[in-house]
RNA sequence: GGGCACGUAGCUCAGACCGGACCAGAGCGUCGGACUUCUAAUCCGACGGUCGUGGGUUCAAAUCCCACCGUGCCCGCCA
């Protein structure tokens, strides 16, 4: 509702701006801070100061009597307050937001007709995912989540690294090594299982015997060979090893959850031909160079050259990424890509070279994501360092449990959760409490992965907000029966912490408008806790239930507009809405 | 050495892209209060900050520009 209000403060302000002839280019409309009663408010008083020749307040009095309410649905009146405009709403902005935020699509805008596809994750399926590369399905599936409540056709890919070298080193040690030489797995799953190979065959080739290394280089590039010449043997090969454990690193992925649309394998560029085709049109551009017996490309702006096929004819990672984008860009209106801080300057080559291949690189959007280091250093799979992704989940699922368990006797809510309620309640609040601490957080920090802080069930929180679903939820499950949203007296719901609250639930299409324009899932992490926090005021100081007549039910209105908010916004960030806890 | 990012209360962070009611807001921690009232995973209060440092732009700077300091990442015919 908010954003149909700023609409008709714009063009309201615009014309009272265009009547006085004062420029009209800048609106400088804002939020207002929390203690002035209005819902949006423009600072251009002060920019108009000196073309005017009046003090700012002088200039707003001005505009605030040009500005005409008489044809305006929302806006009620406009205030000055000093040097600001302060645009109040009318009781019809209430009734609206009521109205729209009890239906079950709230916060949902208006469809576009573009296609986006969001590429996150791609860890490469050498073994179990472990919290490192957690941070990115966090942030990457409320990143599509917001594109799709912003109006977006969205898909969700993966894209399989399946024909680097660390797969081919991995195929060689997974057929070359037995498994009385391996150490048991550290669970029983096909990636956890694998896993042991890849580290076996790391280590070998870093202590081995030097005959025995130079022997299995020769059969690592062997595969890499038949790979790049299409030799059907060596796919089989490979996606033996690749898809196993790809298959057990989804399931890890599924607890968060998170889910793909697509798995987008790299070989499939190689196959079909067009990691070929981009060699040869690269080479016709201006900015190719063939230096040191290699192909590569002078790009503007970089002083790194990007070499892009090798001296020995193979392609690199980057080349068949740029096959793979230009099949993006075919498929797609646009191309998301949320990948590791490590990979800025490759996605610059990326992009670069795609402008020279003559696509649009407008289309194209990546976000990066600094490290999860743990205290003692950073972490990796090759090394057997770090956390698993499943033991800080099954961790937080046990302390969730525990605190449920705790809260028992406590319990002035006289409903019995039964057993399966308890499970429910660990899984919903443990993993929620894991994606609420990353997904809040701006991508861009380092983040030092310390568990007591991860789990912390009464920070600012997922549990926290998550309760203010289970509380909305609770009422409206005792009112039994719900009132018609469009036919309340909204008039009724007067008092200050009323009035904050339907001020919060209209705001929430413009955060998501913001944050899907900027793909910032933080922002929403933001406002999930501002609109918790503002929640709770309203439910300790305005009883529903036990409120008289129409009171009642126009706050009981109010909660169901308060329960959908919040359960859209979880949504968005991927955290289970529990309906109790 | 070069490029990119980050630096805000003791700790973890929001605010920065788009300067304005911010002489800066949360949470944790510490101290003190509130459960006969729709779930206390809640709420209320107190203590706590030269917004890394220095300069500049502006009527106005945490926010924009420059320099410096500190930290992370990258600078492979790896991915």
Known sequence: MLLSMRAEVETGLSEALERLGYPTDDLGIERPPDDVDAVLASSVAFRLAEVAGEAPPVVAAELADAFDTSDREYVRTVRTQGPYLNFLPAERYAEATLAAATEDGYGHLDPRDQSVVVEHTSANPTGPVHVGRARNPIIGDPIANLLDYAGYDVERHYYVNDAGRQIAMFTWAYERFDESDLPDPERDRPDYDLVRYYRKGSTFLEEGPEDAVAEAEAEIQAILQGLEEGEAESYDRVSTVVETVLGGMQQTLARLPASFDEFVRETRFMRDGSTED????????????????????????????????????????????????????????????????????????????????????????????????????????????????????????????????????????????????????????????????????????????????????????????????????????????????????????????????????????????????????????????????????????????????????????????????????????????????
């Open 278 to 581: 981009v060699v040869a049109r690269l080479r016709d551009t201006e900015h190719a160079v063939y230096e040191e017996e290699a192909w590569q490309l002078d790009l503007p702006d970089i002083d790194k050259n990007l070499v892009f096929l090798r001296s020995d004819d193979t392609s690199l990672y980057t080349t068949r990424d740029l096959a793979h984008h230009e099949w993006k860009f075919e498929n797609f209106d646009r191309a998301v890509t949320v990948l590791g801080e490590d990979h800025e300057l490759q996605a610059r080559q990326l992009r670069s070279a795609l402008d020279l291949l003559g696509h649009d690189t407008d289309q194209l959007e990546t976000v990066h994501l600094s490290w999860v280091n743990l205290p003692e250093g950073g972490m990796s799979t090759r090394e057997g360092t770090g956390i698993d992704l499943d033991d800080l989940l099954d961790e937080a699922i046990r302390r969730a449990r525990a605190e449920v368990e705790d809260r028992l006797d406590g319990r002035m809510r006289d409903d019995e959760l039964t057993e399966a309620d308890i499970d429910r309640i660990a899984r919903q609040v443990g993993i929620g409490a894991v994606r609420y601490d990353i997904v809040a957080r701006q991508p861009t920090k380092t983040i030092t992965f310390e568990w007591e802080r991860a789990l912390d069930f009464e920070a600012q929180s997922a549990p926290y907000i998550q309760y203010v679903h289970a509380r909305a939820s609770g009422i409206l499950d005792e009112a039994e029966q719900l009132p018609d949203p469009t036919a309340v007296e909204t008039a009724t719901l007067d008092s200050e912490a009323e009035r904050d609250l339907i001020r919060e639930i209209a705001r929430f299409p413009a955060v998501v408008e913001a944050a899907a324009e900027g793909l910032e899932p933080p922002a929403v992490a933001t406002y999930a806790r501002e609109f918790a926090e503002t929640f709770n005021s309203f439910y300790r100081e305005c009883p529903v239930l036990d409120a008289p007549g129409e009171t009642r039910r126009a706050r009981l209105a109010l909660v169901a507009a308060a329960q959908t908010t919040v359960a859209n916004a979880l949504d968005i960030l991927g955290i289970a809405a529990p309906e109790s806890m």
